[in-house]
């Protein structure tokens, strides 16, 4: 841990003890990952301290404790992530006894609609991996595989059967600068490009109503 | 979004190696497929760059044509202002006015009406508006070094090494809604013209927008043939300007300051090209062709003029199917004075059904065009209310049609027929290139995802996507009314039309750098870039077009044979001095600038015939061979025949030119764009 450098969260350092490969009661350890999907391009995923990492084409997605932001060092910025990606909301360190509130936490910081609802998580598989039915209020089940070592999901299914895995999974220490935002990166708001471009022809707001 | 890059990616690979499969080691295929169709001319690829909202007078004004025995007509020719852009000893012909109140909606003055503004800051004058007034991490202009490494990890090109400084510069430093104190003399200006140039104020900086819509076009030309001239037989006068601004949202009875337009007097704002303002767009008409008589085809705004470029027509709310049938009452118009008030609107709306002469504004119109001294017809059809102001399209980007138009505030999907459907018969390629089109796709998924799309403005969804998706947060910059195809049934109702023909600015360099450049390309930058007032500066737009030549200036096999047509969407609301050649009901408007650039247009050539964005369509129709749009589209009127004693006006109007007359053909010269 570099001290002084900006981590996920302006201002706050969340990684007090990066580097440790063992793993702690109740946390997921650290390690690596490819995310591979039915359609999809592999993506590296890294996670240490129960903060994880998300490589994208533009950027990185941060996450920890549900919050999520979505950096992007060619603009030397930074913006909540919401829901750019739904990477960020199923690819969390979790409780393998009772996932339910992890996901949850990470779907309400994404600003999903109606997700502060009740979940029901039902255990549908205990070994090797514990394998989920996860229903989120208003939308369909989809199935998830916990590697309880780990503490993480390795597998998403969903509903239309397309599905997402954890592949090459490769425990070890995790550089914390993977996980950082550097100095002097600023955090954007789309609502400022918003009505910076309501200023010009390009946007064009609906019609009052009489 | 990245699930259907990847996708296609795959796609792709398989299906260029199934076509490579069984071809011979030597039998390389010329990816330049648009080389072997048979053309009018040399020309192979034209590329059509369309800025926003800036005038001839406005932009050209103050220019002196640098070809041989060429000339120009301009405020300066004229004598209206000096080669510094003081007032020259012709001032007075520019002068402006305010009118009477009057009981219904006009667009030729009455003599008697009319008091010309006095001499010192008596004219409305210039006004801040809603500039950006400081820098903002959020929202152009950026702070110093924001975007320096944007080019090494974002895809857009938008965002590249031209407009790095740029982005960051031209912040007001003054309240928003504020007399602009950065123009000299503001607020002592004189009843005519003013530069934007000083101590202050340069083409760097963000100035105020000012109101361009229909209703107020019209009624800023102050057209009447009571005061045709032999060099204006059209008896548009152009002396309107500040004071319609000043006044169509003005109701006199209530509060000024909250109900006023803060337009104010922006429209005579001009750059001094002499004094290396607008410099880029200074050496391209040095260096290759400039007409000095092109129009904005629409009176009034954005939407309607990129629709007519597409089409050369107007569109009109329907049933989705082709047959017109009547708006929601809120979207018709009812330009009238309201009553108490000097000139304000009873409602600024954006249809009008001008076959109907009772409706109101219409025959105000109507009346001028059908006592023209030659054969202008309004071209209204029966019972069809067309689209006079900027409405969003049906569609959204992704191609998701707008299930209640009606309540969304979008144009039911439109029949009317576009260039490309007509370059889709002839087998021939064509694109449309959107800056920010990419993100903007991004964000109308999301916006169907989370039901938006069903019930909300395109505009409304798409900014509610960004809030929730900031990684895709210049879809929002992306003009989705620029785009007349994105309107169309034929294209965006069918998907592998969308895919072929509907792209990002990113795609236009990567197929300039891969000779796979359509035949026919449409570019248009994003928000952030295309030079609108208050939202863009013109140094920005000249920065996008420089990418895209720089980029063709590294393929010289692809130069040599493309004409690259640069020019602007309208004059945007900016005060000019030309002929105005009335067509229909619907324009022609001010002139706005055209560049062409190729091996055959070079020489800093000024062309005099008259022309409008419809006559870029005349160009491919004829390059390409093909039959006018449909037997109502504006592509029918014939080239003029220009008068030698007059030769701005053509002798058998309504006339529009197809632009061969800017290029010869007997002759390509090698000329680097802007090195």
């Known amino acids: ?210 | 979004m990245r699930k259907k890059l990847g996708l296609s990616a795959v796609a792709c690979a398989v299906s260029l190696m199934a076509a490579t499969a069984g071809m011979a080691k030597d039998e390389v295929k010329d990816p330049d497929v648009a080389d072997a169709i048979k053309t009018e001319s040399p020309i192979k690829h034209v590329i059509i760059l369309i800025g926003e909202n800036r005038g001839t007078d406005h932009t050209f004004g103050v220019y002196r044509a640098k070809g041989k025995h060429q000339t120009i007509t301009n405020i300066l020719s004229k004598g209206i202002v000096n080669a510094d852009g003081t007032p020259g000893p012709n001032f007075k012909l520019a002068q402006q006015f305010s009118v009477k109140p009057q009981p219904l909606y006009y667009i030729g003055a009455p003599r008697n009406a009319k008091t010309a503004y006095g001499d010192r800051g008596q004219m409305p004058q210039p006004n801040t508006n809603g500039a950006p007034s400081a820098q903002s991490v959020s929202g152009a202009p950026f702070p110093p070094g924001f975007p320096e490494a944007a080019n090494q990890v974002d895809p857009s090109p938008d965002f590249g090494p031209n407009t790095n400084t740029i982005l960051t510069t031209g912040a007001t430093n003054l309240p928003a809604k504020s007399l602009d104190t950065r123009v000299p003399d503001a607020g002592m200006l004189p009843n005519g013209p003013f530069v934007l140039q000083g101590l202050n104020i340069s083409d760097d900086d963000y100035t105020g927008d000012m109101t361009h819509r229909f209703y107020q076009a019209w009624q800023q030309s102050d057209c009447s043939v009571a005061n045709a001239t032999k060099a204006n037989p059209t008896g548009c006068l152009n002396d309107l300007f500040p004071f319609v601004m000043a006044t169509f949202a003005l109701n006199d009875s209530v509060t000024p300051a909250v109900q006023g337009n803060f337009s104010q007097g922006n429209e005579m704002g001009f750059y001094d090209a002499e004094q290396e303002q607008a410099s880029t767009l200074k050496t391209l008409a040095d260096r290759f062709a400039l007409s000095d008589n092109f129009h904005q085809s629409f009176q009034g705004g954005t939407g309607a003029n990129h629709f007519m470029l597409g089409t050369g027509d107007a569109g009109f709310w329907s049933d989705g199917k082709g047959n017109p049938v009547t708006p929601p009452a809120n979207q018709i118009a009812n330009p009238n004075p309201a009553k108490g008030s000097t000139n304000k609107y009873v409602a600024d709306n954006n249809f009008s059904n001008c076959s109907d002469f009772s409706q109101p504004g219409v025959a105000a119109i109507v009346g001028y065009i059908e006592s023209l001294p030659y054969r202008a017809e309004p071209n209204c059809a029966e019972r069809h209310y067309y689209m006079l102001d900027n409405t969003n399209p049906g569609f959204f980007p992704n191609g998701f049609q707008a299930p209640n138009p009606a309540t969304q505030s979008m144009l039911p999907a439109s029949s009317v027929r576009t260039i490309g459907d007509a370059l889709n018969d002839r087998k021939i390629s064509w694109a449309y290139f959107g800056g920010g089109y990419n993100d903007a796709v991004a964000l109308s998924d999301e916006a169907v995802a989370a039901g938006t799309a069903m019930t909300q403005n395109s505009s409304t969804a798409m900014g509610a996507a960004a809030l929730a998706d900031p990684s895709h947060e210049l879809g929002v910059a992306y003009c989705q009314i620029c785009n007349p195809f994105q309107y169309a049934s034929s294209i965006m109702g069918d998907s592998a039309q969308r895919k072929a023909h509907m792209k990002d600015t990113v795609d236009l360099l990567a197929d300039i750098k891969s000779n796979t450049l359509p035949a026919v390309s449409f570019g248009k930058p994003d928000g952030l870039l295309d030079g609108h007032p208050q939202s863009s500066k013109i140094d920005l737009f000249e920065a996008y077009v420089q990418q895209v030549l720089d980029t063709l200036e590294a393929n010289p096999k692809l130069k040599a044979e493309t004409a690259v047509f640069v020019t602007w969407d309208e004059a945007g609301g900016y005060w000019d001095s030309g002929f105005i050649q009335p067509i229909d009901f619907f324009g022609d408007g001010p002139r706005i600038p055209l560049l062409v650039l190729s091996a055959y247009t070079t020489g800093g050539k000024v062309s005099h015939d008259y022309a409008d964005q419809v006559s870029i369509l005349k160009f491919i129709e004829r390059n390409w061979k093909l039959r006018p749009l449909t037997d109502r589209s504006r592509d029918n009127l014939p080239n003029p025949k220009m008068r030698d004693d007059q030769p701005y006006v053509p002798k058998n109007m309504p006339a529009l030119s197809d632009l061969w007359d800017m290029f010869d053909f007997d002759h390509a010269v090698k000329q680097p764009y802007l090195e």
């Open chain 1, 1 to 210: 841990m570099q001290q002084g450098r900006r981590l996920l969260g302006v201002g706050a350092l969340w990684l007090g003890a990066v580097g440790l490969l063992v793993a702690r009661p109740g946390l997921a350890i650290d390690f690596s990952a490819d995310i591979v999907g039915d359609h999809t391009a592999p993506t590296a995923l890294h996670v240490a301290d129960q903060a994880v990492r998300i490589d994208a084409p533009t950027g990185y997605f941060l996450t920890k404790d549900g919050a999520a932001l979505f950096v992007r060092p060619g603009k030397q910025m930074f913006t909540d992530a919401r829901k750019s990606t739904p990477l960020t909301q199923w690819f969390v360190p979790v409780d393998p006894d009772s996932p339910c509130a992890q996901w949850q936490a990470a779907a309400v910081n994404a600003g999903v609609a109606g997700s502060d609802g009740a979940w029901h998580c039902e255990r549908i598989e205990s070994a090797p991996r514990s394998r989920w039915r996860v229903t989120p209020p208003g939308q369909s089940s989809r199935e998830c595989w916990i590697d309880p070592s780990l503490r993480f999901p390795v597998r998403i299914q969903m509903s239309d059967g397309t599905s997402l895995s954890l592949e090459n999974i490769r425990p070890g220490a995790q550089s914390p600068e993977l996980f950082t935002i550097p100095a002097g990166f600023r955090r954007l708001d789309p609502q400022s490009l918003i009505e910076h471009i309501k200023r010009s022809d390009v946007w064009v707001e609906p019609a009052a109503s009489h």
